[in-house]
């Protein structure tokens, strides 16, 4: 973590750890099976993979920008927006990031960028026409949190393995509907071997897929209390939160499913878990739970612990 004056949160900390350990454990298992039965088209979809991992991870800000429709904008042209940025890295100690601005009516903020000199914090009109400037602060204090945390360079090496374990398994199905899986040649094997990578292949994203998702949300949780410890003022994050929860329901089915893949970005995703199961596949804790975690916060402070 770059040093600044975000609090660390030890019991965060170790709850991501430990599921970084998994998948990197999960990873020495899949490339162990990997090299055993690797069959030649496996290497292209390493080299994929690998080529993803690349172009996400230098020209994740660029990317995102463009594909969000935003555009960078000067003081000038948004004297409001940086002077509450100004106010967030006066709190913090950081050095300041990119600005820029969305033109949709999806309330929404996000940052992106490997490390804080390519930084970019991002926020949509809807989001400005909706908070006040408290609120406002909260937000962007908590997506300040994500590039002090280098959370942008943790989830996409983090998703390496599932991007990879997505292309083999999609490689191996398209390889065995080729006639891998009924090849009568003299390597009898190939059929089975193929259908052992298909499987160890997705079983492999499976298990990538919920871990990264739930080192989402650890990291989502973790910059909610970096922020409210850093404002002081818990209470209007969890003002903002509610606020933009409420809006996202307002908002055309239509936008908000064109909003829904940039949910890993998002200070709110565009479209919330509504079952326990599918709290598993988000990539944010859900709203009760960030406000319960708001107000033990709010608690400790008035306490003066």
């Known amino acids: 973590m770059a040093r600044t004056r975000y609090a660390a949160d030890r019991g965060l900390t170790s709850r991501m750890l430990l599921t970084m350990f998994l998948l990197g454990l999960v990873y020495v298992v899949f490339v162990g099976a990997f090299f055993v039965l690797v069959p030649r088209w496996g290497v292209v979809a390493l080299v994929v993979a690998m080529?993803?991992?690349?172009?996400?991870?230098?020209?994740?800000?660029?990317?995102?920008?463009?594909?969000?429709?935003?555009?960078?904008?000067?003081?000038q042209e948004a004297p409001e927006l940086h002077g509450v940025i100004d106010r967030v890295c006066?709190?913090?100690?950081?050095?300041?990031?990119?600005?820029?601005?969305?033109?949709?009516?999806?309330?929404?903020?996000?940052?992106?960028?490997?490390?804080?000199?390519?930084?970019?914090?991002?926020?949509?009109?809807?989001?400005?026409?909706?908070?006040?400037?408290?609120?406002?602060?909260?937000?962007?204090?908590?997506?300040?949190?994500?590039?002090?945390?280098?959370?942008?360079?943790?989830?996409?090496?983090?998703?390496?393995?599932?991007?990879?374990?997505?292309?083999l398994t999609r490689f191996g199905l398209q390889a065995g509907l080729w006639g891998g899986f009924n090849r009568r040649s003299n390597d009898q094997n190939t059929g089975l071997i193929l259908l052992v990578v298909v499987l160890v292949s997705a079983v492999a994203y499976a298990i990538s897929f919920l871990l990264t998702r739930a080192l989402s949300r650890y990291r989502e949780l973790s910059a909610d209390r970096a922020a409210a410890l850093l404002t002081g003022r818990p209470?209007?994050?969890?003002?903002?939160?509610?606020?933009?929860?409420?809006?996202?329901?307002?908002?055309?089915?239509?936008?908000?499913?064109?909003?829904?893949?940039?949910?890993?970005?998002?200070?709110?995703?565009?479209?919330?878990?509504?079952?326990?199961?599918?709290?598993?596949?988000?990539t944010h804790p859900s709203l009760e739970k960030r406000r319960e975690q708001l107000q033990k916060i709010s608690d400790q402070l008035a306490r003066g612990e």
């Open 51 to 75: 080529l993803f991992l690349f172009a996400q991870y230098f020209f994740s800000d660029k990317l995102t920008l463009f594909a969000m429709h935003a555009r960078e904008v000067t003081p």
């Open 235 to 282: 209470s209007a994050l969890a003002s903002a939160l509610t606020k933009v929860s409420g809006e996202m329901s307002r908002i055309p089915s239509r936008d908000l499913r064109s909003a829904e893949p940039f949910n890993a970005f998002f200070f709110a995703p565009a479209l919330s878990a509504r079952s326990t199961f599918s709290s598993l596949l988000s």
């Open 90 to 167: 006066a709190l913090s100690d950081a050095p300041k990031p990119k600005v820029a601005i969305a033109d949709t009516d999806v309330p929404n903020a996000f940052a992106t960028g490997r490390n804080q000199s390519k930084a970019v914090v991002c926020v949509t009109t809807g989001l400005l026409r909706r908070l006040d400037p408290v609120e406002l602060e909260g937000v962007l204090a908590h997506e300040m949190a994500h590039v002090a945390h280098r959370d942008v360079a943790v989830m996409t090496i983090a998703s390496f393995l599932g991007i990879c374990a997505g292309l």
